[in-house]
């Protein structure tokens, strides 16, 4: 069955840099595209970045110049590069295996696809 297990996660001062790792296993990692997701207490899930099995990136808004998302598919890992966070970033952190496409729509990504998420890890930015 799909597992995906996220990491990384932690406490850190605004301005400062976190990486989050997902190891997925039980499916053909090459070719599903990858995302991260965050939901901030009180708030709706977001997807703030994505990758397609070929390697191309979309991202939020919110994260656009911040954040950046690789995928190895020789380690079946994706990749959270969080730099220059911001106490608004705190959110725990879910990794998904998404089974379609990813869309950008004013400023926000979506997906219509059928998704797996892992259990999250949680980043927290104090001021």
């Known amino acids: 069955q799909v597992q995906l297990v996220e990491s990384g996660g932690g406490l850190v001062q605004a301005g400062g840099s976190l990486r989050l790792s997902c190891a997925a296993s039980?499916?053909?990692?090459?070719?599903?595209?990858m995302g991260w997701y965050r939901q901030a207490p009180g708030k709706q899930r977001e997807l703030v970045a994505g990758i397609s099995s070929g390697g191309n990136t979309r991202y939020a808004d919110s994260v656009k110049g911040r954040f950046t998302i690789s995928r190895d598919n020789d380690r079946n890992t994706v990749y959270l590069q969080m730099n220059n966070l911001k106490p608004e970033d705190t959110a725990v952190y879910y990794c998904?295996?998404?089974?379609?496409?990813?869309?950008?729509?004013?400023?926000?990504?979506?997906?219509?696809?059928?998704?797996?998420w892992g259990k999250g890890t949680l980043v927290t930015v104090s001021s």
């Open positions: 039980g499916f053909i990692f090459s070719i599903v595209a």
């Open positions: 998904a295996a998404i089974y379609g496409s990813i869309r950008c729509t004013s400023g926000r990504l979506e997906t219509r696809a059928m998704e797996y």
